[in-house]
């Protein structure tokens, strides 16, 4: 019985650790809540259901628990999915074909990293196969370049 517990308590570890990150869709939202967190926007475009690099990089990245930690204190997520198998809400095509336009992407994946202003701090486009630990060590170089927050009075 003693094994039975054991087991069944590390199995709850294993599942308590693997924190389920908050995918935004509504860009505004993300960039209000950078803004008051003091953290950086990062904003995915992806074609989920069909981009085979998208693919990877949700597993191999987006999917890891170290990237979740990470996520976690740093960043707003923000998933921008063109899909080819699925239809997206009309208002969310929208948005997401302008914020295209706007931020010249010109393939997927692209992840733009973004002050709460909107401002691009930097980019990376497609996915090179890096691990989670060497994609979090390209983010935090970027990430490094926003200003610090404005001390307020």
Not at 94 to 119: A, S
Request: aromatic share 10%; glycine share 6%; charged share 35%.
């Amino acid at each position: 019985m003693g094994k039975l517990y054991s087991a069944l308590f590390l199995a709850a570890l294993v599942v308590a650790s693997r924190a389920e990150l908050a995918w935004q869709t509504n860009f505004e939202a993300a960039k209000e809540q950078a803004k008051k967190e003091d953290k950086v926007v990062l904003v995915d475009f992806t074609g989920s259901d069909w981009c085979g690099y998208c693919i990877r990089l949700k597993k191999a990245v987006w999917d890891k628990p170290e990237f979740a930690k990470f996520a976690e204190k740093s960043l707003v997520l923000v998933e921008l999915d063109f899909p080819h198998n699925k239809k997206l809400p009309a208002d969310l095509k929208k948005q997401n074909d302008k914020l295209q336009d706007k931020y010249h992407i010109e393939g997927f994946p692209t992840i733009v990293l973004l002050d709460g202003d909107g401002k691009e701090l930097g980019r990376m486009e497609g996915y090179e196969g890096d691990n989670v630990d060497s994609y979090i060590k390209r983010l935090e170089k970027i990430i490094a370049t926003k200003s610090p927050a404005k001390a307020k009075s």
